[in-house]
């Protein structure tokens, strides 16, 4: 029998799959749309749903996903040090506004996946305990074909960009235009220190 655990995750892979169109007629052309946050274009392909399963198990899955739980799992003993650096850096505030946010992600995706219903893959892609492997899997997932990373494209790779626009604009409308950006922000810096920490 299949738990209702296990069918919520499977309902939010589901979306992220049914979300890989984009949300508006005016994102039809990919190659010529931007990121919001940055002047990367959008990934406009099919989402890397067994990486997006390692995520969300590397936080705990679906029911309880926690970021907390997430950044922990990825920096491994240096997730205490992360923190610390990311709260000089931005302020203790935005760090904790970050974590709102990113479990609000997770739980505003999987309300729409309520709406959805598509097959799905069984297993990650990448040990979610292997905090190097994830971290180097996501860090690639965001690196566009101009060869830099953006946190934008890896979350359209992950999710798609029509369910990563749309999360986005629930942000906006729950916390503010201003925590989504410094979501954005944040999360940039810490993949870009697990890459630096990880010698990717």
Do not use: C
């Not at 499977?10 to 039809?28: E, I, K, Y």
């Amino acid at each position: 029998m299949v738990s209702i655990r296990t069918a919520a995750f499977l309902a939010l892979l589901g979306a992220f799959t049914a979300a890989s169109l984009p949300a508006r007629a005016d994102q039809m052309s990919g190659m010529d749309m931007k990121a919001r946050y940055s002047d990367a274009h959008v990934y406009t392909g099919s989402p890397n749903l067994p990486l997006t399963v390692s995520l969300v198990v590397a936080g705990g899955g679906p029911a309880k996903f926690d970021t907390t739980k997430l950044v922990g799992a990825l920096a491994g003993p240096l997730a205490p040090a992360e923190v610390k650096s990311l709260t000089a850096k931005f302020g203790a505030d935005n760090v904790t506004s970050f974590i709102t946010v990113f479990d609000f992600v997770i739980a505003d995706a999987l309300k729409i996946a309520g709406e959805k219903k598509v097959a799905l893959p069984d297993a990650p892609s990448v040990d979610p305990k292997d905090g190097k492997a994830l971290s180097a899997a996501l860090y690639t997932a965001g690196v566009t074909p101009a060869g830099r990373y953006d946190v934008e494209y890896m979350l359209d790779n992950l999710v798609s960009h029509g369910i990563h626009t749309q999360v986005m604009d629930d942000i906006d409308a729950k916390y503010g235009a201003p925590a989504d950006a410094n979501y954005h922000v944040v999360l940039t810096q810490a993949m870009t220190d697990l890459k630096a920490a990880y010698k990717l």
